[in-house]
């Protein structure tokens, strides 16, 4: 490792930081991590944190995970890459397919695309839904609905269902036919309704109402994550997702469930879709599907969408999509050992129970913090703080606020993220009673520093 000063020196100088204005990483120097184990972080300086980020939604069996990192030396070893493209498989990549059929079975889900991250696998999925119904001979659904404030990854298809201004309007014209919903969000919607239940309703009917105002006909798809996550954690009524599906089969329109945060335990169910009863048409995955050891997605398709391209006699049906590394063995080898590992450990059951300990006692600080306005979860290990200025008008806090919560909380031994107004936690499933403790007298120092 290069030493402390040539480090620091150069920590935003040859490098630009996703998600961040090049100016703000050279006036704030981002944190420079050094080492892991277990849920804990280490930084440059030798500070030790419970990570209560979780790397990116995505360390779900923290950083000692060695059954992981066994199976991608082995794997190295064995068989470093070969491509999956027309002609060519590996073995690796089959035992996971089979695998992932086993695990996503009781979702409808049988079959698996693989790619190399969630934005992948979002293009993967809205691309196949308009391929779907070509082979269908229904070629004029080609528009695309989904939620304001959702949030599915970066490319050109991805960022034009995102539903959040703030990855749109730097990289505008999106493509054409995208068009979003209000989000079941209680805390803040456009009818100023605040019981769940009737704004999933409210929200259902606005689906109605678009799907009318489009015209059925030339709609492919909804998009949805069953937990908004990047937008803030807004977990929707338990009715909503069951209705959005009903409403797609009525129309014809399939559902594809972003579920790059949601599958594999983070909820405190082994699926979003499973969460809400919900069998989607389709599954983007990645994140976790490695543990964020290995760049890696699946899209899940299901069952009857497989058929309509298995059975195609029109000849429209061969994929024209893929990645250099869908299928990649050495992700591959990790997925595998990571579905094993999540299994073992019961992560699932420790991330519902976990996910209750943090989102009560995130409760019990806004009890004695007024300038939370909102906490959300309650849906295993995603867990949303939202700060305002003034609870009766809900307005925004100053800029300097989250950040000033967020550099005491990381003295205090938490590092937490900041997306706007909102403090996300979204730790490694495996972690310890002590460890949720950890992370709340760390965000109790960070709100009395205000
Ligand atoms: N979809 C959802 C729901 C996500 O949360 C993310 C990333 O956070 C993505 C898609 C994009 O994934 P990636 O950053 O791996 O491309």
Partial sequence: ?????????????????????????????????????????????????????????NVNLGYSCQPVKEAITGQLDRLPYYSIFRGTSNDCVIELAEELRTFFEPDGLTRAFFTSGGSDSVETALRLARQYHKIRGEAGRVKYLSLKKGYHGTHFGGASVNGNANFRTAYEPLLPGCHHIPAPYTYRNPFNETDPARLAQLCLAALEDEIAFQGAATIAAFIMEPILGAGGVIPPHPSFMPGVESICRKHGILLIADEVITAFGRTGAWTGSRLWGVKPDFACTAKAITNGYFPFGAVMIAESVAQVFESDATGKAAIGHGYTYSGHPVGAAAALACLAETKRLNVVENAAARGTQLYEGAKALMAKHDIIGDVRGGHGLMTAIELVADRATKSAPDKAIPARVQEVAYRSGAMIRISGPNIILSPPLILTAADVDVILSALDAGFLAL
């Fill in 1 to 57: 490792m290069k030493d402390e000063n040539f480090l620091k020196a150069n920590n935003a100088r040859s490098l630009w930081h996703p998600m961040t204005a090049p100016s703000d990483s050279l006036k704030n120097a981002p944190t420079i991590v050094t080492g892991a184990q277990g849920v804990r972080i280490t930084d440059l300086d030798g500070h030790e944190v419970v990570d209560a980020v979780g790397g990116l939604w």
